[in-house]
């Protein structure tokens, strides 16, 4: 089987040199993987003309139930992911850091929906007069930046690396690639 990567909105299975994934207890062939031949140039552009707009348009409560559904999504079918980590030769324990600590990374970014404002930016502070007669006045505001958010993980902890990384990220409406 041919682990596949998930770019542009849809699943690629890499080209070229293949890495083998191999079962730590046994020994036997899990299946391969590559990153040969993603095109990463479009998969930047896709995250800033398809996925960024959307996501900046959302509102903190959103955004928080978008996290929180994936992570519901996610602990729902955790005994899954603790059958595919044995396999990397890691205990229960070693596993429930990873697991259960990334889903409930999402779930705790998730809960900012009910402090951050309905709106999708948020206010900073309170307004500022900045002339004698009130005429003109100033208030800080924080608005999701129009980039991609580029995370490389650690692989020691690939669940929970990657859902803080990218849970910081959706709640403040930057599209993580």
Known sequence: MQVQNYASGQWVAGSGKQADLIDAITGDLIGTTSSGGLDFAHMLHYARTVGGP??????????GRMLKALAQYLFD?????????YRTGATRADS???IEGGIGNLFANASLRRVLGNMPFYVDGDTVKTSKGGTFIGHHIMVPKEGV?????????PIWGMLEKVAVNWM???APR
Do not use: C
């Open 77 to 85: 079918r955790k005994d899954k992911y603790y059958e595919i980590s």
């Open 96 to 98: 429930w850091v990873d």
């Open 172 to 174: 403040a409406g930057a």
């Open 149 to 157: 958010a580029v995370h490389i993980n650690a692989f020691n902890f």
């Open 54 to 63: 959307p996501l900046r348009k959302m509102t903190f409560p959103e955004r």
